[in-house]
């Protein structure tokens, strides 16, 4: 039981330390972080993924007001960003302690774009982008460190590739505006810790993780002023510096070869739930 106890003491001591210097949540689910096929097993499985977060892209914005155009540097916040995932996962034990896994399937996105002045003052609010299904696809690789018979120690990195759907947006305060958004996000994620098995047929995993995103914002609209029409078009890069996060989770045998899990992984002011099954081969 005193094992037991430290090993919950130092998860959440992770989470602590991740959640009180993070900014950016990441999106994918991760699982426990270590090897658990087995050499030369495959396993197939579907996850499903609800999170939110903050973003901000920097690049060109152009502004066209009749035949003047005016080219500036633009930064947008793309704010309470809501995705759903839902990917199906196939697994493959190249020896005993390490694993490698690919996704394929489909995300939304929807959220607010605001265009931010040099000065930092918000202009233009941008509302309505709800990007429906596009693609989503991902790879990624899980190790084991070390292990006994109710403590591992490992680490995973994954890269997951995101293609909402294109979307309509508003501008507030201009019922004449009429406009589109579309948004890509690519993300690395890199996590180390422990999995501890509390019950046969129970786990208990989590950690910190490093995040870092990139991804492509591009927005174009117009509106008519006194007679004049107005356009802009605008493009940025979503560059994320390296963010620190903590999750924590739990994994079901249902039996020797069937699992499920659910996790959650938690920022400073971001938040999302995983969940998912798979069966071993």
């Not at 060109?60 to 540097?73: M, W």
């Not at 394929?104 to 003052?121: M, T």
């Not at 991902?138 to 680490?155: N, P, R, V, Y």
């Not at 914002?217 to 890069?237: C, E, H, K, R």
Request: glycine share 14%; aromatic share 10%.
């Amino acid at each position: 039981m005193e094992k037991k106890m430290k090993i919950a003491l130092i998860i959440a001591a992770f989470m602590i330390v991740a959640v009180s210097n993070s900014a950016v949540l990441a999106l994918a689910p991760m699982g426990p972080p270590r090897a658990q096929l087995g050499q030369d097993r495959w396993d197939l499985g579907i996850e499903y993924t609800r999170s939110t977060m903050d973003l901000e892209a920097v690049g060109t914005v152009q502004d066209i007001q009749g035949p003047i155009t005016i080219s500036r540097e633009g930064e947008h916040e793309i704010g309470d960003l809501e995705s759903n995932i839902i990917t199906a996962r196939v697994g493959y034990g190249i020896n005993e302690n390490w694993d490698a896994f690919v996704r394929l399937g489909i995300a939304d996105a929807d959220g607010d774009i605001d265009r931010i002045f040099p000065d930092g003052a918000a202009s233009d609010e941008y509302k309505g982008f709800d990007g429906g299904f596009g693609l989503a696809w991902g790879i990624g690789t899980k190790a084991t460190f070390w292990e006994d018979e109710e403590l591992s120690w490992g680490g995973l990195l994954q890269i997951t590739w995101l293609e909402p759907d294109d979307s309509s947006i508003t501008l507030a305060g201009d019922p004449v505006f009429s406009g589109d958004a579309e948004l890509d996000i690519w993300e690395v994620q890199i996590a180390a810790g422990p999995t501890w098995r509390a019950f046969d047929n129970l786990c208990i995993y989590g950690g910190p993780f490093l995040h870092f995103v990139n991804g492509d914002l591009d927005l174009s609209g117009s509106t008519v002023d006194m007679g004049t029409p107005i356009s802009v078009d605008a493009s940025g890069d979503i560059e994320e510096e390296s963010q620190f996060g903590g999750y924590v989770g739990a994994q079901f045998d249902l039996d020797q070869d069937t699992f499920c899990f659910i996790e959650g992984q938690f920022t400073g002011d971001a938040w999302g739930i995983g969940l998912g099954a798979s069966r071993r081969f």
